[in-house]
């Protein structure tokens, strides 16, 4: 049953919680649902989960019409340009803005739908390659110009720590994601919040947790594994 795996998940998160002298409303899971079929989502969804996170426009749209109307959508996978008027409407917040480019884009799309789109920026923070998300570096720069943009709100910052064995190894990474993030704050820059913290996954949620984490995006612990071969 998913239901079981989500109970786990939620005493997971009550002991990092605890270990942390943290408050367990200021922590957000999101059921991480990829490439999952609808029932399983409505399961989760009668268990009491309102907030489902998927990595691709075309599977948020389709999803969201079937699905009941008080779901949270969180859009956590790389985002083309071109897909940011389908999305910005439906998704609640916008994980995975990693260029200036697309902060414009997500701006100007905002402004004819006179709406407002929370976006977090995404850090690559182990510098990989293989990983989309603003250096380091980059985040203060990116956050100053998107700043002077109408119609968005930088909520906080995101990350995918390197998958790892022991994810103790990743605990150094959030700590310093965290830090970021309240430098940031501390600028009082426009337009900018800076409470978010989106970091752990199924491997490292627990330590993500400890480490300030206000968002954790939880997929195989809930749903179990990715058949990719299975979709569509
Ligand atoms: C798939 C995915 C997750 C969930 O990963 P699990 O290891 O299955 O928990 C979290 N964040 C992002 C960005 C993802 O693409």
Redesign the pocket.
């Known amino acids: 049953m998913l239901k079981d795996n989500l109970t786990i998940v939620q005493e997971k998160i009550k002991e990092a919680v605890l270990r942390s002298n943290r408050n367990l409303d200021d922590i957000t899971l999101i059921a991480?649902s990829?490439t999952k079929p609808l029932p399983m989502l409505e399961e989760i969804y009668q268990a009491g989960i309102r907030e489902f996170?998927e990595?691709k426009v075309q599977e948020i749209v389709w999803k969201s019409n079937d699905l009941p109307t008080d779901i949270h959508w969180h859009m956590?996978?790389h985002l083309q340009r071109n897909k940011v008027k389908s999305i910005i409407n439906k998704a609640v917040l916008i994980?995975?803005v990693d260029s200036i480019r697309l902060a414009k884009q997500i701006s100007d799309e905002a402004i004819k739908k006179e709406i407002t789109v929370k976006i977090l920026l995404e850090v690559n923070i182990a510098n990989e390659e293989s990983k989309f998300g603003f250096h380091k570096e980059e985040v203060l720069p990116a956050l100053l110009e998107i700043s002077k943009m109408p119609n968005v709100i930088t909520m906080g910052l995101m990350t995918?720590a390197p998958f790892v064995d022991n994810p103790e190894d990743n605990r150094c990474h959030f700590r310093e994601l965290h830090q970021l993030c309240v430098d940031l704050k501390a600028k009082n820059i426009d337009n900018t919040n800076m409470s978010f913290l989106s970091m752990g996954?199924?491997?490292d949620?627990e330590i993500a947790i400890e480490e300030g984490a206000t968002h954790i995006?939880?997929?195989?612990?809930i749903?179990g594994e990715?058949n990719y071969i299975n979709i569509e």
């Open positions: 991480v990829k996170g990595n956590i996978g994980h995975s995918s996954m199924t491997n949620y995006r939880v997929g195989t612990a749903f990715r």
